[in-house]
């Protein structure tokens, strides 16, 4: 029996409880009995802020079960895997550090009480959605296995409560067999798990429709009780489907004509032409990126994908320019140091890509062809992407005359010609001042009279800044304008 105090409607209102009687543990029966619980805890329950289960040794403790809730000074007792007694503030402490528990700490840290569950004698069974008690912790020698599981959303602690008990109820010494536990709350009694069975009616003839495949109805409840849902065909030709407490995910006909498509088999669903009139076509941006891609890579390059995030400093101070002059997106709470803006160029990408591999056979020869995010007010979302084709040669020799034979290759394929009087009518190259690349040694590469990229041997720092040590040169233009 769980009883529950009114104290507690400021936090985490709700408890759910079952027993498991007789239960064989073994170790791989154990691991897999943690596994669901951080699985469900992690989805369904959405990192614990819906619902938390804990789940205890029962001959260890002693019914009735107090759920309530007190300030965090109140409450002392010694957590799993500790060994002396910390109160629920102290402990608030000690996990800010830990990495699996960190995450769970703010869903009660500024509340001005805490909750808690009590047996009969005073021992703390949990502080609910944080830590179980070590009194009551189950191992391999456990035989009941009592559950409790407090929750905000109360349908969904039912769920993780049912979902947890139907799937460890086959190791008990009468399989299937669960103990109910009463839960008291404002006066009333509700007994939990509910394990309700209910029924759905659907037509054979909707399941054809929708799945595309031709089943008379006898054949689509076969097709049902393979997936355990047991069905049966009425008089009206009808199907009656009965849906187990197993399958919460069972929640409109269409999950059940996704099952009887399961059960026949995607890959033997016939194929069929649509009979929509539009025919699908490949982006231009899309397509060209495609075929330059094989291009760059017959030319002895190797492709590269980074990440569309990168720190302030990989697009900043590490390529030796002021990150308030660039036109970066920034992110709003970012989650670590390694991603803080949308990346404004590719080039400090295959630089990081570049670092990672330094153990590699040299030359290191490194393209890349993908969308860049630059701030742009003009547009609906502040912002716009632009596609560009990066490239870097890392050697002992710069390799200028090897990136520079690059872009003559691709601006051939392009069929851009090389414009002697540097007029409009090709594309030129013409001294450039950027400040990540060597003085003397770096262009503007410029197509059609607007400038697409620049391209040269990078400066020092930049390249120390990547923690290299040996020279580089790199090109980077926007394909965007060949389309």
Do not use: W
């Not at 909750?115 to 949990?126: F, R, T």
């Not at 759905?200 to 089943?215: F, H, P, R």
């Amino acid at each position: 029996r769980l009883e529950v105090d009114p104290s507690v409607s400021s936090v985490r209102p709700f408890v759910v409880g079952a027993v498991l009687r007789g239960v064989t543990f073994t170790k791989a029966r154990y691991d897999s009995f943690i596994d669901l619980q951080d699985k469900l805890h992690q989805n369904l329950a959405r990192k614990r802020t819906l619902a938390s289960v804990g789940t205890h040794d029962l001959d260890t403790i002693k019914g009735p079960f107090k759920y309530m809730a007190k300030p965090p000074g109140d409450i002392k007792f010694i957590p799993l895997n500790q060994t002396k007694q910390f109160t629920s503030a102290e402990l608030m402490e000690l996990y800010s550090t830990d990495s699996h528990l960190k995450p769970y700490l703010p869903i009660i840290r500024d509340s001005p009480v805490y909750p808690v569950i009590y047996d009969a004698n005073g021992v703390v069974l949990s502080l609910p959605p944080i830590i179980n008690g070590e009194h009551s912790k189950i191992t391999l020698k456990t035989k009941n296995v009592f559950i409790e599981c407090t929750c905000t959303d109360l349908t969904k602690g039912k769920i993780v409560l049912d979902t947890l008990v139907t799937m460890f109820s086959q190791y008990c010494t009468k399989p299937f067999i669960i103990e109910p536990v009463e839960t008291l709350i404002n006066g009333k009694v509700e007994v939990y798990p509910s394990l309700k069975y209910r029924t759905e009616t659907i037509k054979a003839e909707a399941v054809s429709n929708l799945v595309g495949v031709d089943q008379r109805p006898a054949q689509v409840a076969d097709l049902l009780s393979k997936m355990c849902l047991e069905s049966k065909v009425n008089k009206d030709e009808t199907i009656t489907v009965t849906i187990p407490p197993t399958r919460h995910d069972v929640i409109h006909p269409c999950d059940i004509y996704e099952d009887v498509a399961i059960a026949y088999g995607y890959n033997n669903i016939e194929k069929t032409t649509p009979k929509t009139l539009t025919v699908a076509q490949q982006l231009p941006i899309n397509k060209l990126t495609d075929q330059l891609r094989e291009a760059v890579a017959q030319s002895g390059f190797t492709e590269a994908l980074t990440f569309s995030l990168c720190s302030r400093d990989d697009v900043g101070a590490k390529m030796r320019k002021k990150i308030e002059n660039i036109p970066a997106v920034h992110i709003a709470n970012p989650k670590t140091l390694e991603f803080q803006v949308a990346r404004t160029a590719l080039l400090p990408g295959l630089l990081k890509t570049v670092q990672a591999n330094r153990k590699m056979p040299l030359p290191l020869k490194l393209f890349e062809i993908s969308d860049v995010v630059l701030k742009d007010l003009g547009t609906e979302v502040g912002a716009r992407n632009e596609r560009h084709l990066a490239a870097v040669f890392y050697n002992k020799t710069p390799g200028f005359e090897i990136i520079h034979g690059l872009l003559d290759r691709v601006m051939q394929l392009l069929e851009v010609p090389l414009s002697a009087d540097k007029s409009s009518s090709g594309y030129f190259l013409r001294t450039s001042t950027d400040e990540s690349y060597f003085p003397g040694r770096a262009a503007e590469i410029v197509a059609y009279g607007q400038v697409i990229g620049r391209l040269g041997v990078l400066h020092p720092e930049v390249i120390t800044g990547f923690e290299l040590n040996l020279p580089c040169s790199g090109l980077e233009i926007n394909i965007e304008p060949f389309l």
